[in-house]
């Protein structure tokens, strides 16, 4: 049956949904026949109104299995971005599944991902699906630093990668609902969505070092959890498909400071965060922005990201990839990730399943990053 459409941005009266329809708007190659969707139908018609060229607006409840299948059905690519993904992404990414439907999100929900991956990569390898989760901040930078480092060094051999990330932005209502729906469940552990059973990873880091190999001092990173299990699955993955990243391949993840304090500070204030957030979300719950609130528009263009990895292989080489760009990661630098890799799914081809953006899209994708102003240098030591 032909398809209405050729992409769906569902969720695009939220926060990150409206900077995402501008972005996908702009880059919107010529003739492609794009919706916008969500549960309600007015603010979609006024957002609708403000971008060339025009979607047209569907209406659907997340959790409506009956309206989400038909939509995945009439669309080739779903890109969402309405979570708490564990609550508003299951039906959506079934119906996609089920309709060899390609998707993708900005989702940083471990739990949910290993969800999808028992519960669609068969069947999804089977309809064609490409499903790709994790298009934004996390964990398109560390997958993509993490893949052009271990390809610039010799190959056939152990190859270690450690990125470390600073950061500058703000937080959205969006992002606090989903980490406080996750907070007072066990986090999967290193090996959650290996593809290949039997690798062994760092534990996640708990304590301030300092790290030689990129030479500053280190705290635990409150995106590592998310972005190491992601890298992990790209590189088991690729081994899968006969094309590994290293015999063995090893990723961490930190998060960079200017001197010990600092580094002391981001450890106790990410071990506070935790802590409240597990134990009382009802009196945490109110100091944090609403679902669709966000940072203001001078916050998100005056934040910036930027994450250096560094890897090793075993006969001493070493390589090096700078991935940064100017504003809000969780903003300008994840809406213009998620644009990019929904035009990638409309244009290129790959295997179904439960992939990641590395797997899904390779250095292709690094291309049309720094084509869109993200700074990203691969250099061999
Ligand atoms: N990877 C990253 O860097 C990154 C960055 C930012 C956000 N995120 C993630 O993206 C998600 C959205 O964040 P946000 O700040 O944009 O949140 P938000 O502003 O609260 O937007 C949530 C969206 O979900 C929609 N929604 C809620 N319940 C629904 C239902 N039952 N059926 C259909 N739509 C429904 C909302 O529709 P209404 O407008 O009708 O309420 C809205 O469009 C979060 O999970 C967040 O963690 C990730």
């Not at 937080?171 to 980490?179: C, E, Q, V």
């Not at 406080?180 to 990873?201: E, F, M, Q, T, Y």
């Not at 301030?208 to 635990?220: G, I, K, Y």
Request: glycine letters at 12%.
């Amino acid at each position: 049956m032909p398809r209405t459409y050729d992409l769906v941005l569902f969720g695009a009266s939220g926060f990150t949904g409206r900077r995402a329809a501008a972005r996908l708007a702009e880059r919107m190659p010529a003739g492609v026949r794009w919706a916008i969707a969500g549960r309600r139908r007015q603010p979609l018609e006024d957002l609708a109104a403000t971008l060339s060229p025009t979607p047209d607006v569907l209406v659907a409840d997340a959790l409506d299995a009956e309206a989400t299948a038909a939509l995945a059905k009439d669309t080739r690519v779903l890109v969402s971005t309405a979570g708490p993904y564990a609550v508003l992404g299951n039906a959506l990414v079934a119906g996609c599944a089920a309709s060899g439907t390609h998707w993708c999100d900005i989702t940083g929900e471990v739990p949910w991902i290993r969800d999808i991956v028992a519960r669609h990569h068969g069947q999804a390898r089977e309809t064609g699906a490409r499903i790709v989760p994790a298009c934004g901040f996390d964990s398109i930078p560390s997958d993509l630093g993490a893949l052009l480092t271990a390809r610039a060094l010799p190959q056939g051999q152990p190859i270690d990668v450690i990125g470390g990330f600073r950061l500058k932005g703000g937080l959205n209502g969006g992002t606090f609902a989903t980490a406080l729906h996750h907070a007072n469940h066990r986090w999967p552990g290193p090996a959650a969505l290996d593809a290949v059973p039997g690798a062994i990873h760092p534990p996640d880091r708990r304590t301030v070092t300092f790290d030689d190999r990129l030479a500053s001092w280190t705290a635990p990173f409150v995106m590592a959890p998310t972005n190491t299990r992601v890298v992990r699955r790209s590189a088991s993955l690729c081994a899968e498909d006969g094309a590994p990243w290293g015999h063995p391949f090893t990723y961490d993840e930190v998060a960079l400071a200017k001197g010990r304090g600092r580094a002391l500070a981001l450890q106790w204030g990410l071990a506070a965060a935790h802590w409240a957030s597990a134990r009382i979300p009802a009196l945490v719950r109110p100091w944090g922005p609403a679902p669709g609130d966000g940072p203001s528009e001078s916050t998100i263009m005056g934040g910036h990201f930027a994450g250096i990895f560094v890897g090793t292989a075993a006969n001493g080489a070493s390589a090096r990839t700078v991935f940064q760009r100017s504003g809000d990661p969780g903003n300008e630098g994840t809406t213009r990730m998620l644009a990019a890799a929904a035009i990638a799914l409309l244009q290129g081809r790959g295997p179904g399943g439960v992939r990641t953006p590395a797997n899904a899209f390779g250095p292709a994708l690094a291309d049309d990053l720094r084509a869109d102003g993200f700074h990203i240098v691969t250099e061999v030591a």
